[in-house]
């Protein structure tokens, strides 16, 4: 790799630090300012003070979760499962989601342990006599509160936009597990990983790509404030919607030819739906060798740590693999690790 490139790399993992370092660390429940408009993406703290240790964190409805030895924690939400097994003693963890066990690629890592299938099935989770119960809370908030009526604790980790809610998400879990250290380890791990794996590439060699899926004769997308966009943009992809769309918007058509991007990331087995739909066979991506680029949903959805690995995979179906970054070094430093080989 270059100077230039090295330059790239390091001017983009500060960005994207910049970017997530406002809410690095959760929050002591009597120190969270009121929410505003730049709060509710992350809802987490300001730097911590060295050597702080709240009594309690604030979860993102607002609910002070007082800080113990957890021991019996269930998951219940896929992003929850993934940090689980990256943060906590395996020994802690009494159940993961049924989903993630089984489409998960690192399922494997979640055997032995009992399985959450709906936060609505609260006698399961009660059978499991967990002392904290980790989730995502989006739709109706009555679930929730159905739970904690039921007398479990709690905590919601809120909306899943990619690293801007991911990040803050890895410190408030280690900082429920007692590891707060490894999470700050974690976190630096993959926000590095993802400023690194297209940071060889110019903006000059960016192609623009969108994600777009179809369901029901009708297409859906995911762009800015969503997990797609940040896998599209760490994998060297200028995002061709962002510009005039957010989250995940539906789409005719006749949009989509008005974008026409080069390359389109979509869904294992969406490549002859989509390119075979009418007019959208006129796509430039659907005539283009490699222009489709198809992975497994549960890779491409995952909003958790499979963020990395996602754009490792599409950096390399649309560029070809980089370079290893150690090899190009002088002086044998090695590039930034892989969070999933974290030291405890």
């Known amino acids: ?9 390091g001017a983009l993992a500060g ?83 049924r989903y993630g066990a089984r489409r998960s690629p690192r399922g494997y890592r979640y055997a032995g342990k009992a399985r959450v299938e709906d936060t609505a099935d609260i006698e399961a989770l009660l059978a499991l006599q967990p002392d904290l119960v980790l989730l995502n809370g989006y739709g109706d908030p009555r679930r929730i509160a159905r739970l904690r009526e039921a007398g479990l604790t709690v905590y919601d980790l809120g909306p899943m936009r990619g690293l801007a809610t991911l990040v803050p998400n890895v410190h408030e879990v280690a900082a429920l597990v007692g590891h707060p250290e490894r999470g700050r380890r974690f976190a630096t791990a993959l926000v590095q990983g993802m400023a690194a794996v297209a940071a060889d590439l110019q903006p000059p060699q960016r192609r623009r790509g969108m994600y777009l899926s179809g369901y029901g004769g009708r297409l859906f997308g995911g762009t800015a404030g969503t997990s797609y966009h940040d896998v599209l943009t760490s994998a ?18 006749e949009h989509v030819l008005t974008l026409d991007p080069d ?57 070809g693999a980089p370079a290893a970054l150690g090899a190009a070094r002088a002086g044998g430093e090695t590039p930034a690790r892989n969070p999933a080989n974290k030291e405890n």
């Open 1 to 9: 790799m270059n100077a230039l490139a090295w330059i790239n790399y």
């Open 15 to 97: 960005a994207l630090a910049l970017s997530v370092a406002a809410a690095a660390l959760p929050r002591s429940s009597d120190q969270r300012a009121p929410a505003g408009p730049q709060d509710t993406a992350a809802r987490s703290v300001e730097a911590a003070v060295p050597g702080a240790n709240p009594a309690s964190i604030e979860d993102h409805a607002g609910v002070a979760v007082t800080l113990r030895d957890f021991r019996r924690i269930a998951s219940a939400s896929t992003v929850a499962d993934a940090l689980l097994v990256e943060l906590c003693e395996p020994d802690r963890v009494v159940a993961f989601t």
């Open 236 to 253: 060297g992809l200028v995002d061709a919607a962002a510009a005039a769309q957010r989250d995940w918007p539906e789409y005719t058509p």
């Open 263 to 319: 390359v389109l990331v979509t869904n294992t087995g969406m490549r002859k739906i989509l390119c075979g739909q009418a007019g959208l066979d006129r796509l430039r991506a659907c005539s283009a060798p490699g222009g489709v680029v198809e992975l497994d949903d549960a890779l491409l959805g995952d909003p958790g740590p499979a963020m990395l690995e996602a754009a490792q995979t599409v950096r390399s179906a649309v560029y």
